[in-house]
């Protein structure tokens, strides 16, 4: 079942752009990984059985601790 996790954290610099991204195209089941600028800066992450909770611990961890899992939507 196809997964759509919203993740809201501040996007600093190109560097934490790149950490994000690497984190999150790791994670088990994710295909596809967007960001989004618009008001707040925020993480689409797309896939099938994905662990959200365990994706933003990981965010949080490694890049910011402000990171905030905001939705998880299953799309069938």
């Given at each position: 079942m196809m997964q759509t996790i919203v993740i809201e954290l501040p996007l600093h610099c190109a560097k934490c752009k790149k950490k994000i991204?690497?984190?999150?195209?790791?994670?088990?089941?994710?295909?596809?990984?967007t960001l989004e600028r618009e008001g707040r800066d925020r993480v689409v992450i797309k896939?099938?059985?994905?662990?959200?909770?365990?994706?933003?611990?990981h965010l949080r961890e490694k890049v910011?601790?402000?990171?905030?899992?905001?939705?998880?939507?299953?799309d069938e």
């Open positions: 991204l690497a984190i999150c195209t790791t994670a088990d089941g994710v295909t596809m990984v896939g099938e059985d994905v662990d959200a909770a365990r994706v933003t611990e910011t601790r402000h990171a905030r899992l905001v939705s998880v939507t299953n």
